[in-house]
């Protein structure tokens, strides 16, 4: 607490400043932002173009029980959006499944993306005990 002395028309006036209300005020403010960074963090978009399909359906189960595997038109592949390469997919995928407990993935595949590679990844997903791939497209194709 830090005290100035005032004087006014011959009075003798303390006055102080009080620091808690305004440390509280800066550490909400502090994690706001930390908050507020993270959330923007976990939203990166991957520019896929998914092919269309006109018997496309929209899958209701929980969408965060599943690992995200994206393959790009570069052949570059992504796991819950970190970027990875095929030599090291089965580790990252079996840490997240048993670290999470999970057993489905959904692969995410642009449109132009080596049919080859997709397969691979489908491949290396069921070789590390993930019983259930699901492929993502986009419905109302021609």
Known sequence: ??????????RFERISLELTPL?????????FLVVTTTFVAEERVIDVKLPQAFTGTVNS???????????DRDGNIFVDGQLTGVQDL???VQIKA???????SRILADESAPYGLVIKVMDILRATGITD???SVESGGK
């Open 61 to 71: 189960q929980q969408e965060n029980k599943k690992i995200d595997v994206v393959v």
């Open 98 to 104: 048993l670290t999470s407990d999970i057993k489905t």
């Open 133 to 135: 791939v699901e492929l």
């Open 90 to 92: 089965a580790g990252v």
């Open 23 to 31: 440390v509280d005020i800066v550490f909400l403010l502090l994690i």
């Open 1 to 10: 607490m830090r005290s100035v002395s005032k004087i006014q028309r011959g």
